[in-house]
């Protein structure tokens, strides 16, 4: 079930009132890597009153009347401009009836192509402070952010080879998927976050993968520290390793748990993206998602059973990390 929101307390009676977008998924396959790239951000406060009530031979005590929705949570999205995270974010937005959607994106440019609605916020993740206003007030968070590096201009795929590519300067691994992941970590705990998603990707385990090398930028090491962090943050949290992401229709494929980079040695090592989005949005609902790690696949369409019990499938993850 949805997590019940922290509200403001409002006192009355004389009383005081009291960097980048998840744009890349990451997996090598048997022999080769694979760089599949995807651009990937209502509870409204409502408040608890207390009264001051004082009666002829009683104390003086207070009475609490709620008027607030429990039944929905607010939810940020980070990386809300990207491939991932605008299905993310959309689907939040869908389900008003649960939750209350935020994004976080970097640019105003990137809020304009997605709406420019007033619950998408403009910040930097490299930058602790501009974070901090996004995640005020938030129960959960969907971290969908990752560096993403650019091939270098002259390839001529006619000619063999391959291409060469780089980071921009600021947008490295290193300050993207280790510390900018670490801010928004630290900016949720500091906010009382109840739960963190975080989407990473598999071929983690091995610090030679060849994804390692583009860039010099061992995107899959700063990835796994931040997953690390997470796990030994105390917050509640789920961590999901996703395929190679698709851009395909989702529900309509049985999906595939597994950990330690098992799946990235079998034929079924991709995922559609709205598949990764519907599971991150799931995580936040069933306990049997939370405090766990696990690599996430699916089947070709067409075979097996589209995966519709999300609890049946969290029920099959073992690892803690």
């Not at 509870?43 to 004082?54: H, Y």
């Not at 691994?173 to 963190?196: F, H, R, S, Y």
């Not at 060849?210 to 509640?236: C, F, H, M, T």
Request: glycine share 10%; charged share 25%.
């Amino acid at each position: 079930m949805a997590t019940a929101p922290r509200v403001p307390l409002v006192i009355s009676n004389n009383y005081n009132k009291v960097r980048q977008c998840h744009k890349c998924s990451w997996v090598a396959l048997a022999g080769r890597s694979s760089l599949s790239s995807h651009y990937s951000n209502s509870f409204s406060a409502s408040s608890l009153c207390v009264e001051k009530r004082v009666k002829k031979g009683f104390r003086r005590g207070v009475v609490i009347t709620a008027m607030a929705n429990s039944g929905t949570s607010t939810v940020l999205v980070t990386g809300a401009g990207g491939r991932t995270g605008q299905i993310v974010y959309k689907k939040l937005k869908e389900r008003s009836g649960q939750y209350v959607a935020r994004g976080l994106v970097r640019t105003e440019e990137s809020k304009a192509s997605i709406g420019g609605a007033d619950d998408l916020y403009v910040g930097d993740i490299t930058d602790a402070n501009s974070i901090v206003p996004a995640i005020q007030g938030i129960d959960a968070l969907i971290i969908l952010t990752s560096a993403v590096p650019k091939m270098k201009p002259g390839f001529d795929p006619s000619k063999g080879g391959r291409p060469e590519f780089y980071f921009e300067d600021g947008a490295y691994p290193e300050q993207v998927d280790w510390l900018g992941q670490k801010n928004q970590i630290d900016a949720a705990k500091a906010a009382g976050v109840k739960q963190i998603v975080l989407v990473g990707s598999m071929g983690g385990t091995d610090p030679s993968n060849p994804l390692n090398s583009l860039g010099n930028g061992n995107i899959l090491v700063w990835k796994r520290k931040a997953e690390q962090y997470l796990a030994d943050s105390g917050i509640p949290y789920t961590i999901i390793r996703a395929g190679g992401l698709q851009d395909k229709e989702g529900g309509v494929r049985e999906l595939l748990i597994g950990k330690d980079d098992e799946l990235v040695k079998t034929d079924t090592r991709t995922i559609a993206r709205a598949d990764v989005a519907e599971v991150c949005i799931q995580a936040l609902q069933f306990e049997e998602a939370k405090n766990k790690a696990f690599d996430l696949a699916s089947k070709p369409e067409g075979t097996g059973t589209p995966t519709k019990d999300f609890k049946a499938l969290f029920s099959q993850i073992t690892a803690r990390f």
